[in-house]
């Protein structure tokens, strides 16, 4: 197949900080799978990236095993894509390097993420917190990949891809492909449950604003039904509105209906019902995750052999982009 008949690369990436959110699922996730039917995907665990803050080494690589057992668990097929784990090719630190030379200092300042968790970890804000998007950006185009779906929160960082593939490529010759963000129409964003203007994250203090997709049914529904509302009672999709607004996508997400399918049916229902109807929804839609995911952990050697398979396609593939890279900067060659 000709360069030009390629067909497209998609990737993305999860950090292996806990169990997945429903943020992380709707947002992204759930796309992934399908994606696989149509284009050459690549989707790993960025534990380079957990690192910007500090952790215990036993749990971290416990979780990072999990992480990568709940990638196959929701519908990551590692035949049809590569999946691996993002330490275990080095090419990415490799043009990391390369690409944070043409990166501005005042770039990287104005990363909100960057801004927020400097913030939240004032104790320990190292450079590799500061240099994360470079790294991020390195991901994405030592694949050359076309698209990388994800959800609203990255999408400072892939700008940033973006800008410095265009760099790059300008100064030293065509290199990289600029990438395009994939954001799903329903579901970028999903909230808080106790602070629905916040976005739901793995690291709430707030043990009832996430729901983790391997949360029990009686979990979901504790949250579900503790889900800060407003003091209004009509379910509608409106300004001001973010508590059901956030219900109602989350509702849509599971089921696939359209946000005015899901108000025709709670039409004249109270707060109660439909927290309880979102629930159970969501618990039924998480239920084979679940199932899948406690099959995959019974089998480590499996799993094992599946990333060593990825990490080894990965490099390969990478290994291509990186050496042209080389070539354009000027480095000398050695084979
Ligand atoms: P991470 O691990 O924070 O999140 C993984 C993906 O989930 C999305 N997401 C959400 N989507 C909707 N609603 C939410 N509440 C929500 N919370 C998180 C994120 O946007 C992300 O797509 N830096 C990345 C990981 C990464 C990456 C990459 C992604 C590293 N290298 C290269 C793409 C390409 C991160 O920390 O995502």
């Known amino acids: 197949m000709s360069e030009t008949e390629r067909k497209k690369v998609i990737l993305s990436g999860i950090q292996p ?8 699922f709707m947002g992204p996730i759930r796309n992934w799978g399908p994606l696989q039917d149509e284009f050459d995907c690549i989707y790993f665990i960025a534990d380079q990236h957990a690192i910007t803050v500090r952790k215990e080494p036993a749990a971290f690589r416990k979780q990072t095993i999990e992480s990568y057992a709940l990638l196959l668990a929701c519908g990551i097929d590692p035949k049809r894509s590569i999946a691996f784990i993002q330490s275990h090719n080095p090419n990415h630190a490799q043009l990391s390097w390369v690409l944070g030379c043409v990166t501005q200092f005042g770039e990287l300042s104005r990363m909100t993420q960057f801004k927020d968790k400097a913030a939240k970890h004032a104790d320990d804000i190292n450079a590799g917190l500061f240099t994360y998007p470079v790294l991020m950006a390195a991901d994405i185009l030592t694949y050359n990949a076309d698209v990388v779906p994800i959800g ?184």
């Open 152 to 335: 609203d929160d990255q999408r400072q960082h892939l700008e940033l891809a973006r800008n410095i593939a265009v760099r790059f490529n300008q100064r030293y010759g065509d290199t990289f492909t600029v990438p395009e963000g994939y954001f799903p129409k329903v579901g970028a964003r999903i909230k808080s449950l106790q602070d629905p203007t916040k976005k739901m994250s793995k690291s709430d203090d707030n043990p009832n604003a996430t729901v983790f997709i391997l949360d029990d049914k009686d979990t979901i529904m504790r949250k579900f039904k503790r889900a800060v509302t407003d003091s209004d009672s009509e379910i509608r999709f409106a300004e001001g509105k973010d508590g059901i607004n956030n219900l109602l996508t989350i509702y849509s997400c599971a089921t696939g209906k359209t946000i005015e399918e899901a108000e025709k049916e709670f039409a004249g229902k109270g707060y109660g019902d439909f927290k309880l109807a979102v629930g159970e929804t969501v618990a039924d839609y998480l239920e084979p995750v679940r199932t899948e995911f406690a099959r995959l952990m019974e089998d480590k050697t499996y799993l094992k052999e599946c990333w060593t398979d990825g990490a080894q396609r990965a490099f390969r593939l990478s290994n291509k982009v990186l050496s042209k890279a080389y070539r354009k900067i000027g480095f000398v060659d050695y084979r």
């Open 17 to 24: 900080t806990g169990v997945f959110t429903l943020g992380n």
